[in-house]
């Protein structure tokens, strides 16, 4: 059996009045992420995980931000797209872990669905998808509420 972990981060930026997607599902806020695609903060952080296993570079390359057809896309699309890069075939996730720090809203009762939404793109079990939210105490862009960032790794193996 071959393994390889791969470590992702990501940021982005909040402002009023935009759709808040993360972990591929809406989660009910004033604001959203600044983004050329849906801004899926944690999904972008596990795509650049997954691509850091296989040594292929991160999602800016894949899906520029200059490149219209990803205007507005659902991040999901993403991660499916990067699971069916050749590169990753015959690969299988064995276990992720996600951390994102937002100060505001509270993520704990959507951490269940986030689970089983990122499970259900990948092709595994939620018990396999491990995400923490934290906050950052008030401090930094987090917690002035002004962003949020994002942690993933991810462990992938092949027999």
Request: charged share 25%; net charge negative; with cysteine.
């Amino acid at each position: 059996m071959e393994l390889r972990i791969g470590q992702g981060y990501d940021v982005h930026a909040l402002a009023d009045g935009l759709p808040m997607w993360l972990g591929g599902i809406r989660i009910p806020s004033q604001t959203g992420f600044v983004a050329h695609s849906d801004g899926d903060v944690a999904i972008h952080a596990l795509c650049d995980a997954l691509l850091g296993a296989r040594a292929l570079g991160d999602i800016g390359h894949l899906f520029p931000d200059t490149d219209e057809r990803w205007k507005g896309v659902d991040s999901k699309e993403l991660l499916a797209a990067v699971l069916d890069l050749p590169e990753l075939r015959g690969w299988y996730v064995v276990n992720t872990d996600i951390t994102i720090a937002l100060q505001a809203p509270k993520l704990a009762p959507h951490i269940d669905a986030m689970r089983e939404q990122l499970a259900e793109v990948m092709g595994i079990s939620p018990a396999r998808v491990s995400i923490k939210a934290t906050t950052t105490e008030h401090l930094g862009f987090v917690g002035r509420r002004e962003g949020c960032e994002v942690w993933a790794v991810v462990l992938i193996a092949r027999d």
